[in-house]
């Protein structure tokens, strides 16, 4: 039989592949440099190993509206006869062989008149119960005209948006409600038309509710925190030295954190989202790591201290103000940590066994080591800490 090898991301949830004979390389969104008079998809530009490399924001190329940008974010680098474009898209998952009779091309719709399409579909694919969406990487790069939004940006006209954005607290937190488009049927369309289908997107790099004139071109994803906006700075310079593209194949992905001065990494497929902690509702009669319930927009969330697991002093523990919302299975949970430090990629063959001793005094659950700047990082085996662990209260706060 057939295999074609495709790399599955997710974008707003949803998954889509692309062919890995068009990948070059992959590497999570740094801090990009906005270009004027380019197309209103590519949102900037990047310098990687001394190339210019544009960028197209994913979610305006197909249309939809402006999501705004966080740590977790991916760039995917494609080539097209000698063309390079980064795309930036939410979580890149896997390397996956897709049997070619799995895969079907076309749609019908049962319409007799149709119109065009932007053909950046190239198939379907149907994995298990999901249903993966193929691009056209051609397409995706040369294709010219301006596309029309196919999710208006004003959420009063946009119901099936906001039932989505209900049931989906990551996608309502991502989304910019303060972005516009061309009017919609019965709305009056903007006095200044004459700048285009560009002056009508957002830039989910520069814009800023609270900044005037060209003051917010000098900002990148304004919403981030300090911190975020530090590590994005500092991709981009790694970028500018980085010398090897990287082998794809068996790529993990990780988020970094840090715990009592310690590099943890967990796998970034479990990371929903990182947070602020403001307050905390005690649980009586539970685990000392147990620390209690937070109200995360509407949903109860056990926080978890695993520092206890990890035989790391609690010292400081009521300090903390940041959790890692972490999703495995029926459990959500919020874990506490000192700082987000990063995301990365690795290569399988970078992970190396848990010592016996040494890191923390106690690996019992750790599924390895890597190097991480320098120092240990260690792989936290959440799995088994579930599994071994109640962590999550039936209990409102």
């Known amino acids: 039989m057939e295999h ?21 390389e992959i590497f999570f ?7 004027q008079e380019a197309p209103p ?13 544009p960028v197209m924001d994913l979610s305006l190329r197909f249309g939809h509206r402006s999501i705004q940008y966080q740590i977790t974010d991916s760039t995917i680098a494609i080539e097209w006869q000698g063309f390079i474009v980064g795309i930036i898209v939410n979580t890149v998952e896997e390397v996956k062989e897709i ?13 007799k008149i149709t119109t065009a399409g932007h053909h950046f579909v190239a198939g379907f694919a149907k994995l298990n119960t999901d249903i993966v969406t193929l691009l056209d990487p051609q397409h995706l790069i040369e294709y010219s005209e301006v596309v029309n939004p196919l999710i208006p940006f004003k959420d009063k006209h946009n119901r099936s ?25 019965g709305e009056t369309e903007p006095k200044d038309t004459k700048l285009g289908a ?20 000098e900002y990148f994803c304004p919403q981030a925190t300090p911190e975020e906006r530090a590590i994005f700075r500092e991709r981009a310079a790694n970028l500018i ?19 009592n001065g310690e590099y943890f990494g967990l796998d970034l497929s479990l990371v929903r989202e990182f947070t602020d902690i403001k307050q905390i509702t005690p649980i009586p009669c539970c685990g000392d790591f147990i620390l209690g319930n937070m109200n995360l927009r509407g949903e109860i969330v056990t926080l978890v201290d695993i520092r206890q697991l990890l035989n790391l002093s609690g010292d ?12 495995l299975k029926d459990i959500v949970a919020g874990i506490t940590i000192d700082e987000v430090c990063d995301v990365i990629y690795l290569q399988p063959s970078e992970i190396k066994p848990a010592p016996t001793s040494g890191h923390s005094g106690n690996n019992e659950y750790l599924r390895g080591t890597a190097l991480y700047r320098d120092k240990i990082l260690g792989l936290i085996d959440f799995h088994k800490i579930i599994t071994e662990q109640e962590l999550v209260v039936n209990q409102e706060g």
Not at 161 to 184: F, G, I, K, W, Y
Not at 316 to 327: E, F, L, R, Y
């Open 316 to 327: 400081g523990v009521n300090d903390v103000a940041k959790a890692m919302v972490v999703h």
């Open 4 to 24: 074609k090898s495709y790399l599955i991301f997710k974008l707003n949830q949803y998954r889509y592949g692309l062919e890995t004979s068009v990948v070059q």
């Open 29 to 35: 969104l740094p801090e990009l440099t906005p270009v």
């Open 99 to 111: 049997e070619t009779a799995m895969i079907q091309a076309q749609i019908s719709y049962g319409r």
């Open 198 to 217: 560009q002056a009508l997107r957002p830039n989910p790099l520069t814009d800023r509710g609270d900044l005037v004139d060209g003051d917010a071109q």
């Open 161 to 185: 948006l906001s039932r989505r954005q209900a049931h989906d607290p990551e996608l309502a937190d991502r989304v910019n409600p303060e972005a516009e488009t061309t009017a919609l049927p």
């Open 41 to 53: 998809d590519i949102v900037g530009v990047l310098n990687l190993r001394g190339n210019i490399l």
């Open 241 to 259: 030295l980085a010398s090897d593209r990287q082998d794809i194949t068996g790529l993990m992905s990780l988020a970094v954190v840090m715990l």
